[in-house]
């Protein structure tokens, strides 16, 4: 079976300080990968979606970066974090070419930028 | 175009009550229809998804409503129970492209003893 692991589950940086979060994804070969944000009480933001190694589109334009170095890993990077920043940083994935699959979420980092 | 329009934005039943969360969308390329539901502090989990050539799909205690023609869906949660509180979010994708996924605004049930 399939499982996404992402980490860490919680984290505190100070303004200015660079951000990675790590996300992985087993039981499967050349996924979809996304990022979402969601502020607190609110909806999903996608982020950032790659649908393969390398290859990243950017939904929203701001400091933040994202890379796929292998075929199920997944990291959000940002090089001096803005209090903006802070939220709820969720990876997802989904099968690639097949008609009307869901995406499957991994249980987030929430991120407190001070 | 993309978006998913979702309401109420919350929602308070009692134990055994019919919540109803309603979704509403443009875009007629979509062809796929999920529902998320999401504990706090958790990442959201597939509930139940429907395509546009049914017009209503049942598993267990939830049932989504489907109508392609107003370009609406719903989600009703029968005999809903406290365990059911959480944010529930519709969402919408199309197979082209790189599938994207719009996801509406979410709603926030609580259901009281």
């Known amino acids: 079976s399939q499982t996404i692991h992402q980490w860490p589950a919680t984290l505190v940086q100070p303004v200015g300080s660079p951000l990675s979060l790590e996300c992985t994804v087993e039981g499967t070969s050349n996924p979809n990968l996304y990022w979402y944000r969601q502020a607190a009480g609110r909806g999903l933001q996608l982020l950032f979606y790659?649908?393969?190694?390398?290859?990243i589109s950017s939904e929203v334009p701001q400091n933040l970066s994202a890379s796929r170095p292998q075929d199920r890993q997944f990291i959000l990077s940002s090089k001096k974090l803005l209090l903006s920043d802070s939220g709820f940083y969720l990876c997802?994935?989904?099968?690639?070419?097949?008609?009307?699959?869901?995406?499957?979420f991994g249980n987030g980092t929430r991120l407190t930028v001070t | 175009q993309q978006q998913v329009k979702q309401s109420p934005q919350s929602l308070i039943v009692q134990k055994g009550g019919i919540p109803i969360i309603n979704c509403a969308y443009e875009n007629t390329a979509f062809d796929y229809f999920p529902w998320y539901q999401q504990f706090p502090g958790k990442g959201p989990a597939l509930l139940i998804a429907i395509r546009p050539d049914v017009s209503e799909k049942k598993e267990g205690r939830f049932t989504i409503s489907f109508n392609k023609s107003a370009k609406q869906f719903s989600l009703h949660i029968m005999d809903s129970q406290p365990g059911d509180s959480a944010t529930y979010f519709c969402?919408?994708?199309?197979?082209?492209?790189?599938?994207?996924?719009?996801f509406g605004t979410g709603t926030k049930l609580q259901v009281i003893p």
């Open positions: 997802a994935w989904k099968l690639s070419g097949s008609l009307g699959s869901p995406l499957h």
């Open positions: 790659s649908v393969g190694i390398g290859q």
């Open positions: 969402a919408a994708s199309y197979s082209g492209g790189y599938q994207k996924v719009t």
